[in-house]
């Protein structure tokens, strides 16, 4: 741990909108503390505001979205949220039930990556870890060693 | 908030930038008033904290928050969920809350939580509280580090109240029993007096308040208790703390260092102190100054 780009990364689990179901979110938030990452762990409903402030207050580098119920479809006002913050440089992913034609839509938005029923654990940890560091030395760049 | 929230992150890091933070923020003189709370898992903590935040909002104070969470053993993470209680203030300008991992420090708070304090400090936050992890009998730093020390307890927490017997209640400047509309509350209140009488040599009186954290009941004699404390502290008096604590850290981290060394370094011996141990040959204090000489400290005993 020699400075702020060593330690672990840290994760906003969270999810928005009206939909309750949270057991996703819950494996999802204690195999990530697994892997050795931080969890910022929230209950449902959230809205888009609270997120943002969660992001900003707690200096995460990623957010997780789980989404089931058409929540997916507020991602982007959450995107645009977060460019008017200034918290561009933190990474989104999304977990849980995408149509597929709305994919495009998500990832235009600036969503990093998003993944469905069947989503290997490996595959998740890899590419939020991966997204973490890139977004730590994103926000930390300046301080030059 | 955002750079206050930055700067966090950089110190709680460690490293050369995170040092040359920590000198320019020693030379300030702390303003904010640090309120501590601690307590065994389930206690009610973080929706007391919730509660209080909220009467400190209705008086116009500005109110900051540090909450620790324990880190896996195994893994090194975290799930960092107390302010998932807190939810209610997360949009006020006025509240800022900063969930942080133990990261395997022992205690009850982190490593650098002085550094922590004093950056929230300098970024003009009124009050300054800080929740430790579930904690019983040797999470007691919180009193290094706080102005006031609140130990909060519950009723039905089975033998909670005799672990905290020799731990954190003798920390403690404000005893709250919480979920006081649960049964056996009074009965809980009833014990812990009589703790508190049977203390000799403490030099001041603790209050017990009961609380209903979930209806803002008792937290407003809560907060004037705590104003009573806070109201005590002087400049010197967070010296004092401060240096104590710092003490206590280094003698900590020194301790790992050894760990560490013998583990790498001299393991035969370790084998054989180890059965020394077990056999009853030497208790294991001698063990340790043998093992200690054996990488070249001569311990003081």
Known sequence: MDDVLSTPGRVLVTKIGLDGHDRGSRIVAAFLRDAGMEVIYTPPWQSIDAVVALARQEDVDVIGLSTLATDHLIIPDLMDALQEAGLEDVKVVVGGIVPN????????????????????REAIVDSVGQLAATAREAKFESLGG | MAALSRVLSVIDGGGPVAQRLVRALHQLERQAV????????????????????????????????????????????????????????????????????????????????????????????????LETVGAGQSEVEICRVADASVVVNSPGLGDEVQAMKAGILEIADILVVNKADLPGAANTVQQLTGMLALRSGVGRDVPVITTTA??????????????????????????????????DLIADAAANQVRALMGNTVNDRLDELTQAVLSGELDVTQAAEKALRSIGIESPT
Not at chain 2, 225 to 245: D, F, L
């Open chain 2, 34 to 129: 640090v309120v501590g709370f601690t307590g065994p898992p389930g206690a009610g903590k973080s929706t007391l904290i919730n509660a209080y935040i909220r009467h400190l909002r209705q008086l116009g104070t500005s109110v900051a928050a540090l909450a620790v969470d324990p880190s896996s053993p195994k893994s090194g993470g975290a799930i960092l969920g107390d302010r998932a209680r807190m939810g209610e203030h997360v949009t006020d300008s006025g509240v800022f809350v900063r969930s942080l991992s133990a990261r395997g420090h022992l205690g009850g708070l982190t490593l650098n939580i002085h550094a922590l304090v004093h950056a929230v400090d300098a970024a003009g936050w009124d009050v300054i509280i």
């Open chain 1, 101 to 120: 034609p709305e994919h495009d839509m998500l990832h235009d938005a600036g969503v990093a990556a998003i993944f469905g029923p069947g989503a290997a």
């Open chain 2, 214 to 247: 979930t209806s803002g009941d008792g937290v407003e004699a809560m907060a004037y208790a705590i104003g009573e404390v806070t109201s005590q502290a002087t400049p010197t008096g967070r010296a004092v703390r401060a240096r104590a604590h710092a003490a």
